[in-house]
């Protein structure tokens, strides 16, 4: 069996704890060459297609296949299990089957989605949004990391032809039910006292880049009347994010990176980007809102400017209720729990019947090192997920 503890050493990050593992560097790279060896062990055929997602075929790939799989990418600084459990599981899940007997009398495959979390280019469910249409490829091709570089650059330095990728209509015709298994991310299992749940919905969700200008200048020199300090006004921002989600039905707001310019301590910024994350049941996109004419005004109270840039979004998900309700079927009814984190599920869902299993995480901390699962609950993890395969794949 393949468990997690084989990846243990793949792209630890001693500065900030926990996991950096960003889409085609070298930690990434790692994990595709142990997922493709892992999966070839298995006797699966392997591809990656033509946006860098990995797909691993039980058989002879085709059409209308069950299809399980997460991402193996993290945050800056996450946990072992966010992305990479869903694989791990996957893999035992056909090594149950296998010792079971069972012969799937569908397609089947397991896919790795590159770049979900957006680490590296800011764009969350990059790989699924790619295959699905869901991102225009040519906006895909130009995002670019903190050196600058271009996804489209990158693809070319991994070996992949950028000009191939977007929608992928053959390989979306391929899936006929995707299941994402995945760590839970907060306390619901732990409060209900059991290991599996099933996946109802996700929050709509987005992130946003406010870019404050002012005038840099000397930190000892400049009389405080005569200041442009754009950091006056992100600090604001910080602090009506907060407020604006506090007064929001389910809302959050999060304001996670801040990155002035030149960002020197005796060095007024001359710019200051503030990256806020928004999610909400239904009004995600009127917090913004809100939040824009509010940065608009403390930009002006300070003499500088701001300007806003919306790097992705995507409304509420309703999984399939069929699908979900079958999979509770299976899994002794185990209780369904709403997503406040985003998946590449979320956005298959759009296209295909979708459906996610969350196992419990005794912490219900998650995008940190204190992310876990104890290993009974992993194990119970793969048996949902190989019961639910089996039932799908029949
Ligand atoms: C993905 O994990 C997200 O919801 O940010
Ligand atoms: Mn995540
Ligand atoms: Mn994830
Ligand atoms: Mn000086």
């Known amino acids: 069996m393949s468990t997690l503890a084989d990846i243990a050493d793949i792209g630890t990050d001693p500065r900030r704890g926990g996991y950096s593992r960003h889409v085609f560097d070298d930690a990434e790279r790692q994990l595709r060459e142990w997922f493709v060896e892992q999966a070839q062990r298995r006797g699966l055929g392997v591809r990656t297609d033509a946006n860098t997602n990995i797909w691993a075929w039980w058989g002879e790939p085709g059409d209308d296949a069950v299809v399980t799989g997460s991402h193996l990418d993290s945050v800056p600084g996450g946990g072992a299990f966010d992305g990479p459990l869903g694989v791990t599981s996957a893999l035992q899940a056909i090594d149950i089957l296998r010792a079971r007997g069972f012969h799937p009398q569908r397609p089947f495959a397991v896919v790795v989605f590159a770049e979900e979390e957006g680490g590296r280019f800011g764009v969350p469910c990059l790989g699924s949004k790619l295959l699905t249409g869901q991102i225009d490829a040519d906006r895909a091709r130009a995002l670019r990391d903190v050196d600058g570089n271009t996804f489209a650059?990158?693809?070319?330095?991994?070996?992949?032809?950028?000009?191939?990728?977007?929608?992928?209509?053959?390989a979306l015709r391929r899936i006929g039910q995707f299941v994402e298994l995945h760590v839970e991310q907060g306390k619901g299992l732990v409060h209900q006292e059991r290991p599996i749940a099933v996946a109802d919905s996700i929050l709509g969700h987005g992130r946003w880049r406010f870019r404050f200008r002012g005038q840099g200048n000397h930190a000892g020199a400049t009389l405080i009347d005569d200041r442009r300090d754009p950091m006056l006004p992100a600090a604001q921002l910080v602090l009506a994010a907060r407020r604006t989600a506090e007064a929001s039905a389910g809302g959050r707001a999060t304001v996670g990176s801040i990155v002035p310019n030149p960002g020197g301590t005796n060095v007024i910024a001359s710019a200051v980007d503030v990256y806020?994350?928004?999610?909400?049941?239904?009004?995600?996109?009127e917090m913004v809102d809100e939040l824009s004419a509010r940065a608009a005004e403390c930009a002006a109270e300070e003499g500088?400017?701001?300007?806003?840039?919306?790097?992705s979004f995507g409304d509420t998900v309703h999984f399939d209720t069929v699908l979900r309700d079958r999979i509770r079927g299976?899994?002794?009814g185990a209780p369904a729990l709403a997503s406040g984190a985003g998946h590449d599920a979320g956005i298959l869902a759009a296209e295909r019947p979708s459906a996610m299993l969350f196992v419990r995480n005794p912490t219900g901390i998650s995008h940190a090192p204190e992310e876990h699962v104890e290993d009974d609950d992993c194990q119970k993890g793969s048996l949902a997920l190989a019961d639910v395969l089996a039932e799908l794949a029949g």
Do not use: H, K, Y
Request: glycine content about 6%.
């Open 276 to 285: 806020l994350d928004a999610r909400a049941p239904r009004r995600a996109r």
């Open 304 to 311: 500088c400017e701001v300007d806003i840039a919306e790097e």
């Open 153 to 170: 650059e990158a693809m070319v330095a991994f070996g992949a032809d950028p000009r191939r990728s977007g929608r992928d209509d053959a």
């Open 330 to 332: 299976v899994l002794d």
